[in-house]
T-cell receptor, first 112, second 111 residues
Framework: EAGVVQSPRYKIIEKKQPVAFWCNPI?????LYWYLQNLGQGPELLIR????????DSQLPKDRFSAERLKGVDSTLKIQPAELGDSAVYLC??????????FGPGTRLTVL | QKEVEQDPGPLSVPEGAIVSLNCTYS??????FMWYRQYSRKGPELLMY????GNKEDGRFTAQVDKSSKYISLFIRDSQPSDSATYLC???????????FGKGTRLSVIA
């Protein structure tokens, strides 16, 4: 069974540029999460989707971040414009019903 | 006070040692408790998943949950250099609610 797929794995951009991350969850997993992991910290939730619906996005900085999950499968997270403080690892995870969350490899973003 | 506290280490042990990792938490609503292992530049990998209090064993790994003390532990027996990684505790209220993570403990097992 394929795991959670994320791309790109690494991204380097100049500040004020836009950037997008893509995630494909484990097949059949209805819940998808985007987490942010800063260096030396545990992941922190940005947004959670139940199928197509964003049910928990209180930690998403909506002035510059947006996300979508069309058709309830894969998802895209966008930052526009990026700031220096956005440099971090962006992790996608998915789960079915029991709450066991499985993570992808992450996208490491560097903003210069 | 953060919801989940975890000593970041680093922790260095000789090969074959028993490793004890732990976390404390403050939210009594947490029902699900997990341990993830994260290698450098990789995503977190689910190691152990426990519901409510009690022990769970899987090979060299044992997870313990003491809800009365709000304390969870992960024991690694016969530690190997390949166990060198950051170990993250995580907990949730139930279902597919978001997990709250500790900072992670960095472990090095020296051959």
């Amino acid at each position: 069974e394929a795991g959670v797929v994320q791309s790109p794995r690494y991204k380097i951009i100049e500040k004020k540029q836009p950037v997008a991350f893509w995630c494909n969850p484990i097949s059949g997993h209805n819940t998808l999460y985007w987490y942010l992991q800063n260096l030396g910290q545990g992941p922190e939730l940005l947004i959670r989707y139940e199928n197509e619906e964003a049910v928990d996005d209180s930690q998403l900085p909506k002035d510059r971040f947006s996300a979508e999950r069309l058709k309830g499968v894969d998802s895209t997270l966008k930052i526009q414009p990026a700031e220096l403080g956005d440099s971090a690892v962006y992790l996608c995870a998915s789960s079915l019903d029991k709450g066991e969350q499985f993570f992808g490899p992450g996208t490491r973003l560097t903003v210069l | 006070q953060k919801e989940v506290e975890q000593d970041p280490g680093p922790l260095s042990v000789p090969e074959g040692a028993i490793v004890s990792l732990n976390c404390t938490y403050s939210n009594s609503a947490f029902q699900y408790f997990m341990w993830y292992r994260q290698y450098s530049r990789k995503g977190p990998e689910l190691l152990m998943y426990t519901y409510s209090s009690g022990n769970k064993e899987d090979g060299r790994f044992t997870a313990q949950v003491d809800k009365s003390s709000k304390y969870i532990s992960l024991f690694i027996r016969d530690s190997q250099p390949s166990d060198s990684a950051t170990y993250l505790c995580a907990m949730g209220r139930g279902g597919n609610t978001p997990l709250v993570f500790g900072k992670g403990t960095r472990l090095s097992v020296i051959a």
